[in-house]
């Protein structure tokens, strides 16, 4: 799996929008672009993925670049509740080979500030 | 919704002692993994189940552990002879295989805390 670059942490003020990036230069043109967050002593969550096509859903949105070198998570109403690390991951589909497993690095500490 | 459980959600022991964890993953879910989280890090991969097979073992997961998915239902990991080493969140995640071509998506449970004094 191609490895990510995501800064250690950023700050946010409740309300506004939070913008995280994440950058995988060397992403395969199958693979995807995973983004969990982890509140503190919980279990990782999953927020969304994407692999080429912008994203969203109820939680975020995934703006992936045209080049797909690097992505960007938006939160667009950050709350005290999405203080958390957020973990970009690039993950190749399919059902074998070595796309089982997530490779976690660590992530960034979004701290949502009142 | 019923999502991943793992039980305990906390355990502390003596060095020496085994410790077993058991991981109930999403219905009809026909892969389960496990994976580990020390303070600070990110979780690392430690096995995974494509139904009852055990098909991948991390470098990680020395012969003091074992892992079983009977029936290719609930899993559990056990831990023999514990070390302090071995402290960490050991957490489960399954997802649903879909055809070649496509992804799935893992989804954790809430993990399990182990203290090895």
């Known amino acids: 799996d191609a490895k990510t670059t995501q800064p250690t942490s950023m700050d946010c003020a409740e309300g506004r929008a939070a913008n995280l990036p994440c950058n995988h230069s060397?992403?395969?043109?199958?693979?995807?672009v995973y983004w969990y967050r982890q509140i503190h002593s919980q279990g990782p969550q999953y927020i969304i993925h994407?692999?080429?096509n912008n994203e969203t859903n109820e939680m975020a949105s995934l703006i992936i670049t045209e080049d797909r070198k690097s992505s960007t998570l938006i939160l667009p109403h950050a709350t005290l509740r999405d203080t958390a690390v957020y973990y970009c991951?690039?993950?190749?589909?399919?059902?074998?080979?070595?796309?089982?497993?997530?490779?976690f690095g660590k992530g960034t500490l979004l701290t949502v500030n009142p | 919704d019923t999502g991943v459980s793992q039980d305990p959600r906390h355990k502390i022991t003596k060095r020496g002692q085994n410790v077993t964890f058991r991981c109930d993953p999403i219905?009809?879910?026909?892969?389960l993994y496990w994976y580990r989280q020390t303070l600070g890090q990110g979780p690392e991969f430690l096995t995974y189940?494509?139904?009852?097979?055990?098909?991948?073992k991390s470098r990680l997961l020395s012969d003091r552990f074992s892992a079983e998915r009977p029936k290719g239902s609930f899993s559990t990991l056990e831990i023999q002879r514990t070390e302090q080493g071995d402290s960490a969140m050991y957490l489960c995640?399954?997802?649903?295989?879909?055809?070649?071509?496509?992804?799935?998506?893992?989804?954790f449970g809430p993990g399990t805390r182990l203290t090895v004094l």
């Open positions: 995640a399954s997802s649903l295989r879909v055809t070649s071509g496509a992804t799935d998506t893992q989804y």
């Open positions: 060397t992403i395969s043109g199958n693979e995807y």
């Open positions: 994407g692999l080429k």
């Open positions: 991951i690039v993950r190749a589909a399919g059902g074998g080979g070595s796309n089982y497993k997530l490779t």
């Open positions: 219905s009809e879910h026909n892969r």
């Open positions: 189940f494509q139904n009852e097979a055990q098909l991948e």
